[in-house]
């Protein structure tokens, strides 16, 4: 089983919607991370929400965690022609040292 | 913005050869991390790197591998003998604190494209 699975795979919508991919992990977290990979590209530290939050806004991203569920939600409101990249959530794992497992991305492309 | 720097961008070398993948990670982190990336598939832990020493390694990460921090600035991840399965996108990253003090992001590199022939 996957620890980070995002959906949907792929998603595309108008310049100007908002776009919502969503996270879901197995086991208990310490953090949840969103990355943004351009293609080809390296990954790009988007925004960090720990356990205890359950909401982040970092500009026109708004991240929400709701631990219950053990699942993510990232949101990008009015899009953008640059938006169009992959996105994925990276896990740390409670209890499990130095590492962050990512998910296998939502690949967003925001139509002109 | 300070940058993780990952030398050299792509690599193509011939299957049995030895490969060095370069990172200078930022000056004030602590914790020194690869993963890698099979073209259209999920990101994957390689190992982390903390206090001159290898704190956790995946099964990817045989003694085929092997990561060493020369000196104050540089951290490399040796390949010996490559193997065609090993053509990857490879990024090294680095974290001011790691995980144990609560979690900051990591900052990656831009990759290096390693392409076995």
């Known amino acids: 089983s996957q620890q980070g699975e995002e959906d949907p795979q792929a998603l595309s919508i108008q310049e100007g919607e908002n776009a919502t991919m969503n996270c879901s992990y197995k086991t208990s977290i310490n953090n949840l991370q969103w990355y943004r990979q351009n293609s080809g590209r390296g990954l790009v530290h988007l925004i960090l929400?720990?356990?205890?939050?359950r909401e982040k806004h970092s500009g026109r991203l708004r991240v929400t965690l709701d631990t219950s569920k053990k699942s993510s939600s990232l949101l990008i409101t009015a899009s953008r022609a640059a938006d169009t990249a992959s996105y994925f959530c990276?896990?740390?794992?409670?209890?499990?040292?130095?590492?962050?497992?990512f998910g296998k991305g939502t690949r967003l492309h925001i139509l002109p | 913005e300070p940058e993780v720097t990952q030398t050299p961008s792509h690599q193509v070398t011939q299957m049995g050869q030895e490969v060095i993948l370069r990172c200078v990670p930022i000056s004030n982190h602590l914790y020194f991390y690869w993963y890698r990336q099979i073209l259209g598939q999920k990101v994957e832990f390689l190992v982390s790197f903390y206090n001159n020493e290898i704190s956790e390694k995946s099964e990817i990460f045989d003694d085929q591998f092997s990561v060493e921090r020369p000196d104050g600035s540089n951290f490399t991840l040796k390949i010996r003998s490559t193997k065609l399965e090993d053509s990857a996108m490879y990024f090294c990253?680095?974290?001011?604190?790691?995980?144990?003090?609560?979690?900051?992001?990591?900052?990656f590199g831009s990759g290096t494209r390693l392409t076995v022939v």
């Open positions: 929400i720990r356990s205890n939050e």
């Open positions: 990276a896990t740390d794992i409670m209890n499990r040292d130095d590492k962050i497992i």
């Open positions: 990253a680095s974290s001011v604190a790691g995980d144990r003090a609560g979690g900051y992001g990591y900052t």
